[in-house]
């Protein structure tokens, strides 16, 4: 089972940038896909990005379209999310989520592994 673990979150001027890191314990990192998820207050988690465990192909709520990017680089077992122009709606807690799998996936459901959050504060 794969433990995954988020880093980089904090409190931002609305306008900045943050990159959040996740890091994965399996060696087989490769052969997963991997999604970055939120969750706001009040709110329900939900889908931000994800990337297919070849790299080849990423897809991206429209909320975050843009402004967001996410990456992975396989030899360090770690996904990245670079977050770019934020704004206040932007705070949540972020979660990176993994699953074995061929694509890409938007679906909550889609990814059995969680990592604790990381928080995330834009300040208008």
């Known amino acids: 089972q794969v433990q995954l673990v988020e880093s980089g979150g904090g409190l931002v001027q609305a306008g900045g940038s943050l990159r959040l890191s996740c890091v994965a314990s399996?060696?087989?990192?490769?052969?997963?896909?991997m999604g970055w998820f939120r969750q706001a207050p009040g709110k329900e988690r939900e889908f931000v990005a994800t990337?297919?465990?070849?790299?080849?192909?990423?897809y991206y709520a429209d909320s975050v379209k843009g402004r967001f990017t996410i990456s992975r680089d396989n030899a360090k077992n770690t996904v990245y999310l670079q977050m770019n122009s934020l704004k206040p709606e932007d705070t949540a807690v972020y979660y990176c989520?993994?699953?074995?799998?061929?694509?890409?996936?938007?679906?909550?459901?889609?990814?059995?592994?969680w990592g604790q959050g990381t928080q995330v504060t834009v300040s208008s």
């Open positions: 989520a993994a699953r074995l799998g061929t694509y890409y996936y938007t679906k909550i459901t889609a990814y059995p592994y």
């Open positions: 990337i297919t465990r070849s790299d080849a192909s990423t």
């Open positions: 399996d060696s087989t990192f490769s052969t997963y896909a």
